[in-house]
């Protein structure tokens, strides 16, 4: 089967730096993203990742290794409005997208 | 317009009765995706459309649900006799085509509470 793990919630603090991993496995691969979303909204697209690497885009980056089935979101100098759910998803060889459940993170003063 | 719309924004009905949601993807988007998500949980995939045609139905919980597509534009999910599991948030999203970086946009969505 087709699996998108990510842990569940992460709580960070105002100012600092967080790490959100993503792990898959899925038939095939064709691109890996990213979206937020925050309480009630719908979500909204981050990052797409298709070769390994760091992408950077200014405060967010996201990091891929298709070797391991692995990527990871990093925020950096957070700020409250961070905090939302954020969902990792992977492309598959039929171009279905295959959704992880999210990574809800808590941002505290 | 410049993003997905759906419509209603909000909708409660009565268990028993049929509801149908619709959706306007951002113009010249050939690909359009139905998601449920229930409160505090991922998205689940209910269907997708490239054109007006369903290339994948295999979301769909049960036979009460339907979808169709027309002039490549417009869509409606229909649940008939709506139960109180059916209440949830719908999300449509579109995209330009359904190629590897084609990006999905959202919708607001449609919160749907079945009494």
């Known amino acids: 089967g087709q699996n998108i793990d990510q842990p569940t919630e992460m709580t960070a603090t105002e100012g600092a730096i967080v790490q959100i991993n993503c792990t898959y496995q899925?038939?095939?691969?064709?691109?890996l993203f990213w979206y937020q979303q925050h309480a009630g909204e719908a979500p909204t697209f981050l990052s797409y990742?298709?070769l390994d690497g760091l992408e950077e885009k200014g405060r967010f980056s996201s990091f891929l290794s298709r070797s391991k089935g692995y990527s990871y979101l990093l925020l950096k100098e957070l700020q409250m409005k961070d905090s939302a759910s954020y969902l990792c998803?992977?492309?598959?060889?039929?171009?279905?997208?295959?959704w992880g459940a999210g990574t809800k993170l808590i941002i505290k003063p | 317009g410049a993003g997905v719309s759906q419509s209603p924004s909000n909708k409660v009905t009565e268990k028993g009765k049929d509801v149908e949601l619709r959706c306007d993807p951002i113009?010249?988007?050939?690909?359009l995706y139905w998601y449920r998500q229930r409160l505090g949980q991922g998205l689940e995939f209910l269907i997708y459309?490239?054109?007006?045609?369903?290339?994948?139905k295999s979301g769909l919980p049960s036979d009460r649900f339907s979808a169709e597509r027309t002039g490549e534009s417009v869509s409606t999910l229909t649940i008939q006799r709506t139960q109180q599991e059916d209440s949830a948030v719908y999300l449509c999203?579109?995209?330009?085509?359904?190629?590897?970086?084609?990006?999905?946009?959202f919708g607001p969505g449609t919160r749907l509470t079945v009494l």
């Open positions: 990742n298709v």
């Open positions: 113009s010249g988007h050939t690909a």
């Open positions: 999203a579109s995209s330009l085509g359904s190629g590897g970086a084609d990006t999905q946009y």
């Open positions: 459309f490239q054109g007006n045609s369903a290339p994948d």
């Open positions: 998803a992977v492309r598959d060889s039929n171009y279905q997208l295959i």
């Open positions: 899925t038939s095939g691969f064709n691109g």
